[in-house]
């Protein structure tokens, strides 16, 4: 987005980019840029695919979701249902697949957008587009015993109190809770 704040002379140029190690989930590349400073280098960028993270509500005013062990940071925490969106594949339809997929819930309401959000642009393009959804109904077990050791229905009132535990992981549940929360605290 261009405008009196951004003035071109302060734009990174980027005059190419190679990857060196590419898969179905994440490529990694090297990108020539020269900063505003005139310093010419190389600089890795993590580009992996666009995310679509679920916040679902029931009438009982609970949220969905997963207590999981992350490896690569050897951590529990509570997360969202969510995943990579597909190929053409709206994001709104993706957070209702991936929700079904990793829960065994199948949302019975519409997605509401909440926000799109880049969770690390200084070196990592994963775009995440998170939303909400009212109600869901058990439709059986979650088609990947590997996606949640817990699933569970969390308080609303409760939310906030394991985000200041440290219990929430990742940006996009993090994110997409604290957005509902503000939400409702400004209504």
Do not use: C
């Not at 840029?33 to 916040?55: N, T």
């Amino acid at each position: 987005m261009q405008d009196e704040r951004t003035p071109e002379e302060l734009r990174t140029k980027v005059f190419g980019e190679r990857t060196i190690y590419d898969n179905q989930w994440v490529r990694l590349t090297l990108m020539d840029i020269e900063p505003p400073d005139g310093h010419r280098f190389e600089y890795h960028v993590v580009r992996l695919g666009r995310v679509a993270i679920a916040a679902v509500i029931n009438e009982a005013d609970e949220v969905l979701m997963m207590w999981r062990h992350r490896f690569a940071v050897d951590q529990w925490g509570w997360e969202l249902p969510g995943g990579i969106v597909d190929a053409g594949e709206d994001g709104a339809a993706a957070a209702v697949r991936e929700v079904e997929e990793e829960t065994g819930w199948r949302p019975t309401g519409k997605a509401r957008h909440l926000v799109s959000f880049q969770p690390m642009p200084g070196m990592v393009d994963t775009p995440h587009e998170l939303y909400a959804l009212e109600g869901a109904e058990n439709v059986g077990e979650p088609q990947d015993a590997e996606e949640a050791a817990v699933i569970e229905w969390v308080p609303m009132a409760k939310v906030m109190d394991l985000v200041n535990a440290g219990e929430v992981a990742g940006s996009g549940s993090l994110v997409a809770l604290l957005h509902l929360l503000a939400d409702r605290a400004a209504q």
